[in-house]
């Protein structure tokens, strides 16, 4: 049986882009992190920066932070209190330690969790994923802070941060 040449080239292109899709989702594992899916903690924290993904820090950590937003990294991001504890909720249950286990552990390891930074930029393994990259770039005016992800990973809000 022949398979007309454009059956053929169709067929081909529809595996290529399969296996680039399913590929990125499996090679992304440990710059993978599941993006915020909650639309209230994406609009709340994403108003201000890119909502960070809970599995990117523990329970406590989460905890914490949301346990004083009167001094969320110098400035106030007070939310009504019901909110703040649906917020809290979400991050807390998706955290590196709880329902994000299987993508945050990486950033964990060597990390107790009880006293975990609140800044993922503090985290051991996000220190030695970025030890290569040059002072000045964090002082470029597109990035001017380490918590712009964005600025570097292009996909950081899907969820993928490989470069």
């Known amino acids: 049986m022949k398979i007309p040449p454009r059956s053929l ?3 081909l292109l529809a595996i290529a882009f ?6 990125r989702a ?14 209230v903690v994406k609009e709340e924290c994403g ?3 890119i909502a960070f ?3 990117m820090l523990p329970a406590s950590s989460w905890k914490r932070m949301m346990g004083d937003l009167r001094n969320h990294f110098g400035d106030d991001a007070t939310v009504d209190p019901a909110l703040a504890a649906r917020i809290t909720e979400y991050l807390v249950s998706h955290a590196a330690d709880t329902g994000g286990r299987r993508y945050g552990d990486k950033w964990l390891r060597g ?3 009880a006293s975990a930074p609140l800044r993922i930029t503090e985290l051991p393994k996000w220190v030695k994923e970025h030890r290569k990259v ?3 770039e964090w002082s470029h005016k597109d990035v001017r802070t380490k918590a712009n992800c964005a600025a570097c990973h292009t996909d950081a809000e899907r969820g993928y941060y490989d470069e």
């Open 111 to 113: 990390v107790s969790t």
């Open 9 to 11: 080239a169709l067929g």
């Open 18 to 23: 399969s296996a680039l899709v399913l590929g």
């Open 26 to 39: 499996q090679a992304g594992g440990s710059h993978y992190f599941p993006p915020v899916a909650e639309p």
């Open 53 to 55: 993904a809970p599995s």
């Open 47 to 49: 108003s201000c920066h």
């Open 134 to 136: 040059p002072d000045r």
